[in-house]
């Protein structure tokens, strides 16, 4: 069933700012929340960037105030309040003249509690205010038209509009100082006494300096280059490009900052037309008859960290009832403009979030798409054939590359190509180059060739620890040995000259806290031979065992477990959900999967893929290790202390690191459905639709249970699971795979015997050529960071936690997507 554009802007959120509104209303919504959507698309990353300073205080309401009794601003009451500055825009310059903004939200709480107690999203109210009297256009009708309009266009509403310049010159300022500038709500709110409920006012806040100082910054008139609403920064203009922030943060710690509330009110009139006129946000309020009255002081001392005040959300909506917004039935309304700014500031805030506009705030023309089945295509039979995209087919738009992820990449550079000219040297210039060398000494040095100790048995259970292949020690009993780590290739056939054991395993004792290596036992051609350090063939069994893992960390720990572990879940994902809020959550952590995966088809895993071309198991081999894996994989079961060592050892970064993320996860994904519960239920049946496929489609072993998604935990479960493998595991695997990988004398995933008769040295070597040179560009491609793409509240979880997992991955390796 797909939901209709009513009733996703119906049901889902209740919001009265949505429901109670005419059609044309809800179509200027849907429209700029779609403009909001396409510029991430494009740019991949969130449509606004704040750049502001956000100050901690109290707000004390003055004691001789003269105005009508209030539940709020009664004199004497106190609280504690935050006061933003920013520039209206969102420019990161300060010298690009632009309006200047001042949010203030009076918190709940008593005053003067610490920040480290403050709730910061326990807001009374937010008052957000600017530079200027008014705002330039007085209904919604006229500011989508603006918002919408191209250069040309807005010349012409400039012409229809006089207002506009006047408006303009008043908002842009220059300031020296955010402390210095007089700042305006421009439109109005309904003002409620607390005396006598049925009386109305409306309401304008101000917000100026204590020292009540004139206002400042103004511009010449004859600067002004409207329709552009900004004037660009003067190529004399040499302040810093912060300087404002620069200015608030001193003054309120050096200090203190004071400003005056202010408001004026006036009566709500027995008159549409009157009140009409009083709410129209371009025309000010004559101050002879409403004067500003001052309400309270506010004194600002701290500065709140730039970590904590990036989440948080001002909107004018924020508001109780008795200074409540006002809301608009249709777009000529006077009060529709600050009715569709809150919901602007919304679709905003969740950009910033989640990348996307809330589902229940945009029209996304589903009617018109596509079935998502048929762009969607599994490859092969359900239940026998890993459940991936059918690589045949063209990938639909909604997951083909972003424009940032070619040029991040050069994607393309895989495999070799002809080098280009030099003059076209850039990322992907340097990567055909490379391609053209004709030994991996060339290579970028990696981690073991930076060690001299990389043939210790030190370095080599540190490896084992904290390498690219983690996770697969295994506690025995009765035993000289306390851990092992075996690889079994019994059930596979070796190749001509390759040579791999049918089982290898190597021991570890414990010793205190920590791990020393005890001995390698392997069957190889029959033999069953045992070696412990000092013996003569002591490097030689290391070095078997590091081919042997070198195997099973590509297909079954790489490949296995997060690219095509996570495709199964991508494509149930893709072919069921396109409204369910889950979107705003999972999609993010899904971008380049398919296109990687189908990709990786032929270059990574397929018939001339690297893992068939440059190790001992051919390429049938290979697919029936990853089915294997595959097949053991439950989302309702697994958790990373499955795979953790039972024991404390001390060099064990991987463990602690991984129940770390686990965690982050965890509660990043509990507020998630907090927040979007409702919205989720409302279209389970997508989510319905999604267990199917994946149930019908899953290799996974009848024994093991079904990856059936049978309620909200069940989706909350494989949610945490999805990010786990999709952001660290695969970010621990993938960028770790050329410390170990880029160094043929090291590890090698193919070793090879040169007394058998198909050995062929030139061949040998254009293998290791090949495995050098795709783990460097694996391990090198570092596109969709989360502290650079992530919400501020999953980048804000693993900095905390950046103590535990960074001594294993630095948190500028961990990525979102498994795009490479
Ligand atoms: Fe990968």
Redesign the pocket.
């Known amino acids: 069933m797909v939901a209709t554009e009513k009733e996703i802007l119906n049901c889902l959120s209740g919001d009265r700012r949505i429901v109670d509104i005419e059609p044309r209303f809800q179509k200027i919504i849907s429209n700029i929340a779609k403009v909001f959507g396409q510029v991430a698309q494009v740019k991949g990353r969130r449509a606004t960037h704040s750049f502001g300073s956000l100050a901690l205080g109290k707000l004390e309401v003055i004691k001789d105030i003269n105005i009508p009794k209030h539940r709020i601003f009664s004199p004497g009451n106190q609280f504690p309040v935050l006061v933003r500055h920013a520039n209206i825009k969102g420019f990161p310059d300060d010298a690009i003249l632009d309006g200047r903004g001042a949010t203030v939200r009076i918190l709940k709480g008593a005053p003067d509690t610490p920040l480290a107690s403050l709730k910061l999203a326990d807001y009374i109210v937010d008052i957000l205010m600017s530079t200027g009297r008014c705002f330039f256009m007085n209904n919604a009708a006229s500011f989508s038209r603006w918002v919408a309009a191209s250069m040309e266009e807005r010349a012409k509403l400039l012409v229809e509009f006089p207002k506009i310049k006047p408006i303009f010159h008043e908002i842009i300022r220059n300031p020296e100082s955010y402390t210095k500038l007089y700042y305006y709500s421009q439109t109005t709110y309904l003002f409620k006494s607390a005396e006598d409920p049925a009386k109305k006012y409306l309401l304008r806040y101000r917000l100026i300096n204590a020292d009540r100082a004139s206002d400042t910054g103004f511009i010449d008139e004859s600067n002004l280059r409207l329709p552009l609403d900004y004037l660009p920064r003067l190529a004399k203009d040499f302040r810093p490009p912060n300087y404002l922030q620069q200015d608030f943060r001193q003054r309120v710690l050096q200090k203190g900052v004071q400003y005056i509330l202010q408001i004026q009110l006036q009566e709500v009139s027995d008159s549409l037309e009157a009140n009409e006129i009083a709410k129209d946000s371009t025309i000010a309020w004559d101050e002879a008859k409403y004067p500003f009255r001052d309400v309270a002081t506010i004194g600002l001392n701290s500065i709140v960290p730039d970590e904590i005040a990036e989440p948080l959300e001002f909107n004018a909506y924020h508001a109780p009832d008795d200074l409540a917004l006002i809301l608009a039935y249709s777009i000529k309304e006077t009060a529709s403009i600050n009715h569709l700014r809150s919901i602007v500031y919304e679709i905003s805030a969740n950009m910033r979030k989640y990348q996307v506009p809330s589902a229940e705030l945009v029209d996304w023309g589903i009617d018109n798409q596509p079935p998502l089945k048929a762009i969607f295509p599994y490859f092969g039979t359900s239940g026998k054939d890993l459940p991936r995209f059918d690589p045949q087919y063209d990938l639909p738009p909604r997951v083909a590359p972003k424009p940032r992820l070619v040029a991040n990449i050069g994607l393309n550079t895989i495999p070799a190509k002809p080098a280009p000219p030099l003059q076209l040297l850039g990322i992907s210039g340097v990567s055909d180059i490379i391609q053209q060398m004709a030994t991996p000494q060339v290579m970028p040095a990696n981690l073991s060739r930076c060690r001299p100790d990389k043939f210790s048995d030190t370095f080599f259970v540190e490896r084992r620890l904290n390498g690219f292949n983690p996770g697969k020690f295994n506690r025995v009993e009765k035993k000289d040995w306390q851990y092992v780590i075996r690889y079994d290739c019994r059930k596979h056939k070796v190749k001509p000259a390759g040579i791999l054991p049918a089982v290898i395993e190597a021991r570890f004792t414990l010793q205190g806290q920590s791990l020393q290596v005890h001995s390698i036992q392997y069957d190889l051609n029959g033999a069953t031979t045992t070696n412990c350090p000092g013996d003569a063939d002591w490097e030689w069994a290391k070095r078997l065992f590091r081919s042997a893992e070198f195997i099973f960390q590509e297909t079954q720990a790489?490949?296995g477990r997060?690219?095509l572990n996570i495709e199964q879940y991508a494509m149930a994902y893709y072919r069921n959900v396109i409204n369910n809020p889950i979107k705003l959550l999972l999609e993010p952590h899904l971008e380049g999967l398919l296109n990687?995966n189908k990709l990786?088809a032929s270059i990574i895993f397929g018939k001339t893929g690297i893992i068939p071309q440059a190790s001992a198991l051919d390429e049938q081999q290979v697919e029936s290790l990853l089915k294997e894996e595959i097949s053991q994989l439950n989302y309702h079961t697994w958790h990373p202390s499955t795979q953790a060592l039972k024991d404390f050892v001390t060099n064990n970064f991987f463990d602690r690191a991984a129940l770390a993320a686990w965690q982050v996860i965890e509660s990043y994904v509990e507020t998630f459905f907090k927040n979007q519960e409702a919205g989720i239920l409302a279209l389970w049946s997508e989510i319905e639709n999604m267990s199917q496929d994946l149930v019908a489609h899953a290799l996974l072993k009848p024994k093991l249970g079904t990856l059936a998604i049978a309620n909200i935990n069940d989706l909350k479960k494989l949610c945490v699971y999805v990010i786990y493998h999709c952001s660290f595991l695969?970010s621990w695997?993938?960028y770790k795979q050329y410390e170990d990988g880029g160094d043929i004398d090291y590890a090698s995933i193919g070793l090879w015997d040169s007394h058998h008769s198909a050995y062929n040295p030139v061949d040998i070597l254009q293998k290791h050529v090949q495995q050098v040179v795709i783990v460097w560009t694996?391990s090198n491609v570092r596109y969709n960071p989360v502290m650079e793409n992530g919400n501020p509240m999953l980048k804000d979880l693993f900095w905390r936690r950046r103590d535990e997992i960074q001594p294993g991955l630095p948190l500028e390796l961990l990525m979102m997507s498994?795009?490479?």
């Open positions: 790489h490949l997060t690219h990687i990786g695969h695997v993938n694996l498994i795009h490479i």
